[in-house]
């Protein structure tokens, strides 16, 4: 009984820290410290990008040290991982949206933010060409930008493969804008299928959801998929319930290839039991607005062309080189045999060009393009430009102190003493180790509350899937969210779903 009674005192003294921490987190994010505003003289950092590489380097930067700019058509963070769960309304939108205004106003010195798309980047020159995008314009937008140090950090875009009727027909699954528009239509098809005289032939195309894409994008979607339609529109429109379904379509002979076997095998077993039909070895070949055609390749090794008829089609088949990208690296010889991104060496410095680093999906280090290598990175060139700054400092310390030898040579003993623990401090910040990726592991959500895990672990690799992975899954991606704030929003959106269901309000 004494024992209950401390587990009770310490979820109490627990539960209150938090409430205490969440209020004076909210208290100093509306009443922030001044900023002090860095020396113009000092050099332009224009970092590209608002995504994982790009924040995780501005997180860690040492603002005062450099004149920040960051230009980004995006004024926001997004947490890609919950992003498949604002598709069914089971997270709102902003709950997962960090606005970088918020981010730069918490550094100590005040970083500029263009909110525009680079549209080039010349190399030889040193600028950047910038331009807003917005529907809002005003008189000049399209200028230039001068840097000293370049980071790019725009991600990646959405792969085609040139398949056509592809961009005309599909929902992609990147941005908020994307989540959105799945949300909408899939009330759209509901609601079309439920329209009066409508045939059962096309309510079952309506009701038919075709995910092209077994990664961990396509999987994650078609869980939620399913959940939503489990849990929520089947009570509330149960005249469509019997024609609901949901295909996934891979060209590999499994999903999830990232994952170990036996993870790979238990989503394929869950997606059975959820009846969500998963066509592996079937290239998509061809798309319109009503159905795909796809070749599937029979064991036999014939190869058979099938045409699925769709309501709702989400295409998730990876990443493709953004335009900017692609015009950096055709202006770099060293370039010209890199094809998924910007080659980058150890210190993620793009290869063939001077004072251009590269992090994330952009980049291309040896790693997969995920979220966990790109916050690495950025993270990593905050601590290498951090250093850089420190070093510039102590030499020119020392470079002072040396002059100032022959102007009082009284003192001599003393300078040459600090300027040799000077130097000693210069050595060692200037060895700094390469950019080494660490692997926390892959996580993955598959619907009815069951996720999949390969964690590192006591050197070695845990693989699990179930329920409690699931919890895992939440508590993990939870702890990860950018801020409290959107950590107290997420949690309060998984209590509202919960309670009350998803919204199936199309807007
Ligand atoms: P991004 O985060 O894509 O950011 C790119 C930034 O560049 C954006 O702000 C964009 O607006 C900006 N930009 C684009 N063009 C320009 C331009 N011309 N000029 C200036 N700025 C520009 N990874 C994981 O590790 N775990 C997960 O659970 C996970 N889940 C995911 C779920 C989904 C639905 C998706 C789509 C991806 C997921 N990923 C996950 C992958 C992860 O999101 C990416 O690897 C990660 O976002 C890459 O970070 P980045 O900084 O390179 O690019
Ligand atoms: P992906 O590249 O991982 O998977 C795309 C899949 O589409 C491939 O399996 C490919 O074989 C298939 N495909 C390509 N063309 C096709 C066609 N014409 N017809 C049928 N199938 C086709 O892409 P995804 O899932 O968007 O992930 C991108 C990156 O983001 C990956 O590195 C991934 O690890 C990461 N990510 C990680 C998540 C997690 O850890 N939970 C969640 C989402 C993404």
Known sequence: FRYFRWAWRLTYLYVLGSIGYVIYDGYSSRHPDNQFHPDPSKKNLVILGTGWGSVALLKKLDTENYNVIVVSPRNYF???PLLPSCTTGNIEHRSIMEPVR???????????YYEAECTHIDAERKVIKISDNS???????????????????????NATFGIPGVRENSCFLKEIKDAQAIRTKIMDCVETAGFKDQKPEEVSRLMHMVVVGGGPTGVEFAGELRDFFDEDIKKLVPEIADSFKVTLVEALPNVLPMFSKQLIDYTESTFKEEHIEIMTKTMVKNVTDKYIEAEISRPDGK????????G?????TGNALRPLVKDLMSQIPAQKDSRRGLAVNEYLVV?????IWAVGDCAVAGYAPTAQVASQEGAFLARLFNNMAKTEALEAKVHELSASLNVQPGNSAQVVQEIESTERQLRRIKDIKPFHYSHQGSLAYIGSEKAVADVAWLNGNLASGGKLTYL??????LSMC?????????????VKAKVYGRDVSRE
């Open 312 to 316: 709702l089609l989400v295409w998730a």
């Open 351 to 355: 290869q063939g060009a001077r004072d």
């Open 472 to 477: 895992f899954w939440r508590s993990a991606y």
């Open 482 to 494: 950018f801020s409290t704030r959107n950590r107290v929003l997420v949690a309060l959106d998984w």
């Open 135 to 157: 529907d809002i314009k005003g008189d000049v937008h399209v200028t230039e930008v001068p840097y000293d140090m370049l980071v790019v950090g725009v991600g990646a875009e």
């Open 303 to 310: 190869k058979e062309l099938t045409r699925i008829p769709y």
């Open 102 to 112: 918020q981010i730069l106003r918490s550094k100590k010195a005040s970083a500029m």
């Open 78 to 80: 997004l947490f890609t």
